[in-house]
């Protein structure tokens, strides 16, 4: 499995724009990058995947390197729902969903 | 999409007790999973739970401490057996229809072990 590296914690304001980046250097070509949140006190939940195109959803934008090395999952706007910690996974067609310890995101009002 | 219920939500045991835990799935799955997460952790994967046959535990994890059962398509159960206070975690029951679909997580089972 590939190893990742995302800060622990950020902070946005609300209604502002927030990139979150993860670092995957060690990928394999056929590895595709999830992305996964868990709000306080519930199960974790999906937000995007793509592997090499940038990928857009109604929830975010995930724009990923040309080198595949890193990714950064975008939120357009921040909500106060926002607040959770966001799992950068990548993953094979063999692999299970291996989770790191993510990046704590926090919104200001 | 797919809708998780576990049982229980959460629970108090005894140590050297068991806990079974149910995960039921509004629709068939493929691929159902184990995870727990302890107080302030990340999750981390117990096993997967196949259809028909045996599970298959990660690293760490043994047959013996967390018997899984996978009956049908819609439902599986984890048990937690003879119970410590480490084993205070909340444990996941996730499913899957493949490895390039979404995951979809139930609510959890707070486990606390006194």
């Known amino acids: 499995d590939a190893k990742t590296t995302q800060p622990n914690s950020m902070e946005s304001n609300e209604e502002e724009p927030v990139h979150l980046p993860c670092n995957h250097s060690?990928?394999?070509?056929?590895?595709?990058i999830h992305w996964y949140r868990q709000l306080p006190s519930q199960g974790p939940e999906y937000v995007i995947h793509?592997?090499?195109s940038n990928v857009n959803n109604r929830m975010a934008s995930l724009a990923i390197a040309e080198d595949r090395k890193s990714s950064t999952l975008i939120l357009h706007r921040a909500t106060l729902r926002d607040a959770a910690v966001y799992y950068c996974?990548?993953?094979?067609?063999?692999?299970?969903?291996?989770f790191g310890k993510g990046t704590k995101l926090s919104v200001k009002p | 999409s797919a809708v998780i219920s576990q049982k229980p939500s959460r629970d108090i045991c005894q140590r050297g007790t068991s806990l079974t835990i149910q995960c039921q799935v509004d629709?068939?799955?493929?691929?159902m999973f184990w995870y727990r997460q302890q107080p302030g952790q990340s999750l981390t994967l117990i096993a997967t739970?196949?259809?028909?046959?045996?599970?298959?535990?990660e690293s760490g994890f043994v047959i013996d401490k967390f018997p899984i059962s996978r009956p049908n398509l819609t439902f599986s159960t984890l048990t937690v057996s003879n119970m410590s206070p480490e084993d205070s975690s909340i444990y996941l029951c996730?499913?899957?229809?493949?490895?390039?679909?979404?995951?979809?997580f139930g609510q959890g089972t707070r486990l606390t072990v006194v």
């Open positions: 739970a196949n259809q028909g046959s045996e599970a298959t535990y």
């Open positions: 793509g592997l090499t």
């Open positions: 996974i990548p993953r094979g067609s063999q692999g299970n969903l291996i």
């Open positions: 629709s068939q799955v493929t691929m």
């Open positions: 060690t990928i394999s070509g056929t590895d595709y």
């Open positions: 996730s499913v899957e229809s493949g490895v390039y679909t979404e995951a979809f």
